[in-house]
């Protein structure tokens, strides 16, 4: 039977990407299927696979059809895990897309990738 697996992200720097993925979302990586061009990140918590980071030489979307969402609760803690996403080497994007209200900030990883942060308590969904 198909079952959705986990999400993999492009990258040029694998090593750097492994660095950064680990620490900003609490991620082990595991030495399950790592090569050269491959590495799967796992949940700290033993629970399984979490991410795949991959070598690609793809341009990155300014405007990404698939991204990351990494989510808070409050606003106080989406602005605390910004800074500390953005101390981990992740930038801010200079995002033309967001509306009056958003609930979410833009970022990019250290290879570009752009992904949101989203404050839970100003979702849309969580009105």
């Known amino acids: 039977m198909l079952r959705l697996g986990f999400p993999v992200i492009g990258v040029s720097d694998l090593p750097r990407a492994v660095r950064f993925w680990t620490a900003a979302v609490n991620l082990v990586a595991s030495d399950e299927w790592a090569s050269d061009g491959w590495r799967t990140l796992v949940h700290a918590d033993g629970s399984g696979r979490a991410l795949g980071l991959m070598t690609s030489e793809s341009p990155i979307e300014p405007y990404p059809r698939i991204h990351l969402d990494l989510v808070v609760d409050t606003a106080a ?51």
């Open 77 to 127: 803690e989406q602005r605390a895990e910004v800074l500390r996403l953005k101390e981990l080497g992740a930038t801010d994007v200079g995002w033309d897309r967001y509306p009056p209200k958003p609930d979410f900030v833009v970022l990019a990883d250290p290879d570009g990738n752009r992904f949101c942060v989203v404050d839970l308590s100003n979702a849309p969904s969580g009105s």
